[in-house]
Every structure is written in structure tokens, then in C-alpha cells.
């Protein structure tokens, strides 16, 4: 054993761990030589040791027992890519009391239980990584800790799920229904068997915990966040949203208005103008949108999944790990101590789209436009298809309004006699850009 390498100990062989392995066997001596020190992987844990994979792990390495890992004082660095909640937590939390360095990307662990875990990484001294937990290959994480480290970091618009970004660019390129856009999903193994982490928004919503965490430099309490899925987008409001000018997104957002302005974390569906470069994310594709107060407008953009993107994320870690080794010890920038003071979403701003079914009668527009007005909601555009039913459609884009009042006017709107559905109502973000001096 070469004592001056990163000994590395590899919890999970599935597709990244796999992933991981296979590409320190094929670039480990770059990376060698940019890290100084040389990574090895010492140990593998994986769960079947029986089961037939793609890739074999070195059955000299293997066992079936990840307690190995972090009892093993030869250890340098714990990979976890079990993925799950409760075994992982028992994993890393093992590793951190022992004093090794813990790299992963398990975002939903995070999500749940970073917390404790960041507090016990500081209180222990060791780095606790996680660039694949966000945006999969795109090196966000780092690009916030380092290289905006000169900002106070404004707001941050990003498209963190592939899954979903898949199936909304399917419905309005294919005009499909979202239930047949997500059956092609999971027939081009796009989407798990079981979709509803993504789907509903929360494997977003993890992402966007741990940015706003992040952003904040305090601890984001899941509890407190807004997050809504794609399950009820119709492919009707795909094509309104597209006559208008706009796309329709699942947009993670965080932002702060002022310095000392109460922070907002969501994920919800939302359109974006249609020139703006967030709407040219297509399929799987991930982007982030981030604006300091220095740097102005950067957009990350690139896979935001997969088995080689998030082994690069997962390797520029152990890369951080070769330098903590050498003492270099960089803490994530969230102080676990505090919690993030967080907007109450009925508090926050945004444009809206709206879409009513209602009587096709004179004097139903006025009727919605007046409730709007009450609640101060003015009307930037209105669209009706033209109709010769008893039912009409009435598609509007509302002006910058707080999401409460808007959805009290709602609420008045659906209790109107002449409202024959449910109205449905999404996020408009303008997503003006900034350059600075
Ligand atoms: N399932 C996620 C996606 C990747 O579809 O983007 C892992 O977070």
C-alpha cells in the first residue's frame, strides 16, 4: 500500500460506483498527477456480492459488509453511492465519527438528514462532499463554494431534474400527453419504474434544499419548502404556454430580495420565456442559472444524470478529498447551526399563467377581471380560442403579484357560477438577465 495515495473506500457498485471505479481505472494517473496523489480504491462494499453486474468488481476488494469500510483505519475517503436514507445515514455518520473524509451524492440524505450530518463533519473536522448530489455532472457545488465565493449570490433558476425536463420537452415538441411522455421516459430508461420522486418535484427539491443551503450559508429546513411536481401538467397549457411566448420548466428557485430579505426555496413548474437560454434546455439536460452581485448572470449547463457525468462529480470530490488529505480542509459552506430564514410562499412574487374554463357568456371576462383586480392582480395578456360552444377557455398572463393573493382570487374564481373547472394556475418567471459593470 502506497501510504501517500487516497485510499478510497467504495460503498455501492451500481452504475456510478461502477462508474466511478471504471473511470479511475481509465484517467486515474491524470488525476494522479493534477491531485498529487494517487487515488486507489481499497475496499468495495456492494449489497449482493452474488449478484451478476455489467462490470465486476475486483473480487479481491469486495465485501458484502459497508461497516468494513468505516472500521477500516487504512481508509482515507468513504464513497457512498448506496443511495436510500437510512443505511446511508448509519454509513456516513459511522465514517465522520471515524474521521474520514465522506464524499457523496445522495441528495435525498442530504435533504433529510444533512443536518446532523454537516454538524458532525464540523465538529469532527473532516470534509463532507457532495458535488454529484446537484445537477449530476455540472460542477455547481464547487462554482458556488469557490468560484463565486466573491458573491452574495442573488437568486438561482434551475432545471435539476432530467426526468422532468424530459417528459415537458416531449409534450411540447411531440404535443403528447405527460402520462404517454413519461411512459416513453421510463421505455428509454430515462425514468425509474418508480417515477415519483421525480415526477412529484422532490428529487428537485432536495437539490434545491441543498443550494438554498448553500445560498444562505444556513440550514434549509425541508419542511418549509414548496414543492409541486409535473403530474398535473396538461398538455393544453404546453401549447397555450408556447402561442404566448413561454416554455414550461420545473424550476427550482431561490432567491433573496435585499440583503436582509427572508429567502425562497421552491421547485415548481413555471414558464420561461421561450428566447431565454433556460427554455433551450431540452431532454435530459440540466441547467443552473445563478446571478451574483459581482459576476452578474453565469449559466451552468450540461447532464444532469448518468453514469460518467456524475462519476466526474464524484472524482472532482476525490480530487477536494487528495487536498483535505493534506490538510487543506475546505468546510461546505452551511452553517448547520442556524436554520435559513425562509419567504413564506404567499409572500413571494412572481407573473402567473392562467387558464379558465367558464360559460361562454358576455360579461364572464369582466366578471374573472374585476375578482382579479380586487386581489391586485393586473392582466398583461388574454387569450380566448375562438369557440361556438357553451364552454370557453380563457388563457391569461397575470402581472407580478404575491402567489397568496393570487391564489385568494383563485379561490373566488372557482366558486364562480360560471367557472365549469378547476382553474389552473402556474409560476411566470421573466428572467430578465444582468450583466454587471
Ligand atoms: N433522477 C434524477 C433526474 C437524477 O432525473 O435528473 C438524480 O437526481
Known sequence: MDARAL?????????????????????????????????EVRRIAVRDVNRVRAVDP????????WRELAADPEIDVIVELMGGVSEAYDLVKA???????????????????GRELFALARERGVPLL????????IPIIKAIQESLVGNRIESIYGIVNGTCNYILTRMQEAGIAYAEALEEAQRLGYAEADPALDVSGWDAGHKAILLGSLVSGAWVDPGSVVVEGIEHIAAADIGY???LGYAVKLLAVIRRKGEAGLLEVRVQPSLVPSQHMLAAVHG????????????????????GAGRDPTSSAVISDLGEACRAKRGVIQTALINPAEEAALLPVDESFSH??????????????ARVAALLGDHGAGITTVLQPETEGDSAELVMVLGDAPYGSIRR????????DCTRETPVLLRLEPLETRATA
Open 7 to 39: 485510499q478510497i473506500g467504495l460503498a455501492g457498485f451500481g452504475n456510478v460506483g461502477a462508474g466511478v471505479y471504471l473511470n479511475l481505472v481509465r484517467n486515474g494517473d491524470l488525476v494522479a498527477a493534477r491531485c498529487g496523489c494517487r487515488l
Open 58 to 65: 475486483p473480487a479481491a476488494l469486495v465485501t458484502a459488509d
Open 95 to 113: 465514517a465522520l465519527e471515524a474521521g474520514r473524509i465522506v464524499v457523496t451524492g445522495n441528495k435525498a440524505l442530504l435533504a433529510e438528514r
Open 130 to 137: 457532495f458535488e454529484a448530489a446537484v445537477a449530476g455532472g
Open 241 to 243: 404556454a408556447e402561442r
Open 284 to 303: 435530459v439536460f440540466n441547467a443552473v442559472l445563478v446571478r451574483g452581485d459581482v459576476v452578474g448572470d453565469a449559466l451552468f449547463y450540461g447532464s
Open 352 to 365: 402567473y399563467y392562467l387558464r379558465l374554463n367558464v360559460d361562454n357568456l358576455p360579461g364572464v371576462l
Open 409 to 416: 382570487a383563485l379561490r373566488e374564481i372557482a366558486e364562480l
